[in-house]
Each structure stands twice: as C-alpha cells, then as structure tokens.
T-cell receptor
Framework: DAKTTQPTSMDCAEGRAANLPCNHS???????VYWYRQIHSQGPQYIIH???NNETNEMASLIITEDRKSSTLILPHATLRDTAVYYC??????????????FGKGTKLSVIP | EAGVVQSPRYKIIEKKQPVAFWCNPI?????LYWYLQNLGQGPELLIR????????DSQLPKDRFSAERLKGVDSTLKIQPAELGDSAVYLC?????????????FGPGTRLTVT
C-alpha cells in the first residue's frame, strides 16, 4: 500500500483557508486519495476523494499534483467546528474487489478564534 | 436518514470478563466494518462483512475476539476474555459496497475501558 506523510499538527485562524498537505510519493496509478476527518469523540467522517483531477464539494477542495505524489485538502473558510484530526489515505486495492482504508495518525488541525 | 448506530457508547469492565458491542448500519448498506482505535492512532480494520459473510478477518485476534452479522444487517463484536490491552474505541462503519467509489460511514464508537 502507498504510505502517506502528513504534518502532525497545524493551526489556522478562523475564517481563513486551511491548507492541509499530504505526501504520497509511492502512489500507484489506480489508487485513490481519500480524506477523512475525526472530531473529538466522534467517528471519522468522509470529506472528499480523487484520483487525478482536482475535486470540490460542499465541504472542501482537493488539489492533486500532476505527478500525483502529493495533494492538498483546502477548507476555504475554516470555522471552530473544523477543529479535528484530518486523515489523508491512499485507498488501495486489497483483492476480491475490495478497497481498504488504512489510516495513519493524521494532522491535528486547530482553528483559532 | 439515520447514521450508523452503536451501543453502548461507553463500557467499563474488569479484565477476564466478556464484553459485546452492537452495531446497526445505515439501511441498505451491504458492507460492514469493525475498526479498533487506540489513543492517538488512526482506526485499524478488524473485520469486514459483505452481507452475512466475513470476507476479511485477517486482523481479528481470533483467540478472544469474535463477530457475527446475522441476517446481514446488525452486527455484534465480542471479546472474551477481555485484557487490559483491549482498552480502546471500537468503531463500526458501513458502506453501500466495497468498491472504491463508496465512502464509509462511521458510527460514534464504543469506548472500552478494561480495569
């Protein structure tokens, strides 16, 4: 499985854009980049995923570099409720039609008032 | 739409006692997962079900852990006997299928403390 590298923690001022980086230099051509977040005492929550192209939804934008070795999750206007651990995951094929999520330690994002 | 429901939310037991966790997935979701999350770590997959069938249980410690998903809906994860090292959060998740297009929806988890 491709591994991911994320900073341990980041701060962001409320109302500003939060840019969370992720390195996945060993990613294969058919592996997707997924982002989940986990707010304290809750289960992980799906945010967004992509393969090659940049993606945007109501929660965030995902920018994937052309060589696919890194990506950035962008929360355009961070609020205090965005304080959470953010996981960047390369979702790899694990056989029998299954794609497994392998979580690392993630980035602890703190949104500051 | 109701999300993934888990109970209990918290459980405190003494070591060597049995414990069981229950999960009700989102309606219509065929795939169900149980994860273990230790403090400060990301979740780790224990077992995955496709309907009633456990299709990936390679990470489940089978000497003390067991799971079932009767009728392909609700699931139960059991530990017998519990050890101190089993203290963790046990998360249940479900998805429409196992294909990469389907995201997983997680429940709030059960926090187990073994004393």
């Amino acid at each position: 499985d491709a591994k991911t590298t994320q900073p341990t923690s980041m701060d962001c001022a409320e109302g500003r854009a939060a840019n969370l980086p992720c390195n996945h230099s060993t990613i294969s051509g058919n592996e997707y980049v997924y982002w989940y977040r986990q707010i304290h005492s809750q289960g992980p929550q799906y945010i967004i995923h992509g393969l090659k192209n940049n993606e945007t939804n109501e929660m965030a934008s995902l920018i994937i570099t052309e060589d696919r070795k890194s990506s950035t999750l962008i929360l355009p206007h961070a609020t205090l409720r965005d304080t959470a651990v953010y996981y960047c995951i390369v979702r790899a094929y694990s056989g029998a039609g299954s794609y497994q999520l392998t979580f690392g330690k993630g980035t602890k994002l703190s949104v500051i008032p | 739409e109701a999300g993934v429901v888990q109970s209990p939310r918290y459980k405190i037991i003494e070591k060597k006692q049995p414990v069981a966790f229950w999960c009700n997935p989102i309606s219509g979701h065929n795939t169900l997962y149980w994860y273990l999350q230790n403090l400060g770590q990301g979740p780790e997959l224990l077992i995955r079900y496709e309907n009633e069938e456990a299709v990936d249980d390679s990470q489940l410690p089978k000497d003390r852990f067991s799971a079932e998903r009767l009728k392909g809906v609700d699931s139960t994860l059991k530990i017998q006997p519990a050890e101190l090292g089993d203290s963790a959060v046990y998360l249940c998740a479900s998805s429409l299928g196992q294909d990469s297009a389907y995201e997983q929806y997680f429940g709030p988890g059960t926090r187990l403390t073994v004393t």
